[in-house]
């Protein structure tokens, strides 16, 4: 047996001035099949009922704002985004909270980086409170698809592509925005394992004036040859080398690197640099804060591949992780590279790391207070 939404209706809910939401029949599955998902979720591979979706069309802006089943879409052959590739996304969660509501973390950073990436591909930005809204309608809708396990998560994809069909090389004039959802289990089920990683000496993420500090499509496309050598190498991912020299380390994978220098609440934190190569990531920035709080020395520079190799050798880098949203952190243990192999600490994940990442991980489920205002509560 299935149940719906009652009949199509404008909610309350307003996705931008002048725009009202409208929400649409959603024919919900079995609870048998969604608690069947919910039990071994894994990651992006399970979709909730609903989605969002909102249009825009140049003169007139923003328009037809709605909850809808999730189905598949229909695009024109000749869709700009196919062929020109103007396709943004984010990627925030939603957590279960111990009172039974349900938080999104940080979203309005997610909104702020949506819309500067929007601008940077020539496309309209999502007006902040939009997005919110958007994400807050979607959550509200599927709350029964947040999942309550140990860690586990509402794993939330917005996303905007140019949908007017044509060839020629200029900004589209018609675009899409979209959120859908998946739940998400524990990134790692059986403990936290180390990573490891390949220095990728053929290929660069992106270039000084380039678009490595938005979240565009394109970057990943780009990003999977190299991933590919990795793991031809035998490693899980790749980490990025400056565009200029090939020295200086820039991000593993699409997440952020830190490097430990020292151990406990003395030890230094050494992250790269924004330099508009990096993508600002909302975990690296919560981390950052987090650790000054604690008393910690964060410092934000270029990091050498060779300052890695020989802090690594003489005992002053103790711990490398990487961060990002799905993963929250994720331990460096060995290190691949055309010049030599070496390993982080004793290979295993380092005390520093794994204490940020139990921080980070107890303010998102509600399991410590808030002190930072960074839980919005959706449901």
Aim: with cysteine; net charge negative; glycine share 8%.
């Amino acid at each position: 047996m299935t149940d719906t939404l009652a009949d199509s209706r404008t909610s309350t809910r307003v996705f931008t001035e002048g725009v009202p939401v409208t929400v649409e029949d959603v024919t919900r599955r079995p609870v048998a099949a969604r608690e069947a998902v919910l039990a071994d979720p894994g990651f992006g591979r399970h979709f909730t009922d609903s989605m969002f979706v909102a249009r825009y069309t140049a003169g007139r802006g923003w328009h037809d704002a709605r909850l809808t089943q999730y189905a598949p879409l229909q695009v024109d052959p000749a869709t700009a985004a196919l062929h020109y590739a103007q396709s943004i996304f984010e990627g925030l969660k939603a957590y279960a909270q111990p009172d039974g509501s349900v938080a999104t973390f940080r979203p309005e950073a997610n909104a702020a980086r949506f819309a500067r990436s929007a601008r940077r591909l020539a496309m309209p930005p999502v007006p902040e409170e939009a997005f919110l809204a958007a994400v807050d309608a979607l959550v509200d809708a599927d709350r029964d698809w947040v999942p309550t396990g140990p860690d586990q998560t509402l794993y939330l994809r917005p996303y905007q592509l140019a949908t007017e069909p044509f060839l020629g090389v200029r900004p589209a004039d018609e675009y899409l925005f979209l959120v859908i959802a998946s739940p998400a289990g524990a990134y790692f089920p059986r403990g936290v394992q180390p990573v490891s990683v390949y220095l990728s000496e053929d290929y660069i993420r992106a270039a000084p004036g380039g678009t490595g500090d938005v979240k565009c499509a394109g970057n990943y496309a780009a990003s999977l040859l190299a991933q590919e050598q990795a793991i031809a190498a035998g490693c899980d991912q790749v980490v990025w080398l400056d565009a200029t020299e090939k020295r200086h380390v820039e991000e593993m994978g699409g997440m952020n690197l830190f490097f430990v220098l020292g151990s406990g609440d003395d030890a230094e934190l050494v992250t790269p640099e924004l330099t508009g190569t990096l993508l600002p990531g909302i975990t690296r920035d919560s981390l950052i804060t987090l650790a000054r709080e604690r008393g910690m020395r964060v410092t934000e520079r270029r990091f050498s591949v060779d300052e890695w190799r020989s802090g690594v050798a003489d005992g002053s880098v103790t711990e490398t992780f990487a961060c990002g949203t799905a993963a929250v952190i994720t331990p460096v243990g060995e290190v691949r590279a055309r010049t030599g192999d070496f390993t982080v600490g004793d290979g295993t994940p380092g005390p520093v790391t794994m204490s940020l990442r139990e921080h980070l991980l107890d303010i998102q489920h509600g399991r410590v207070p808030d002190t930072h205002g960074w839980l919005h509560r959706v449901a």
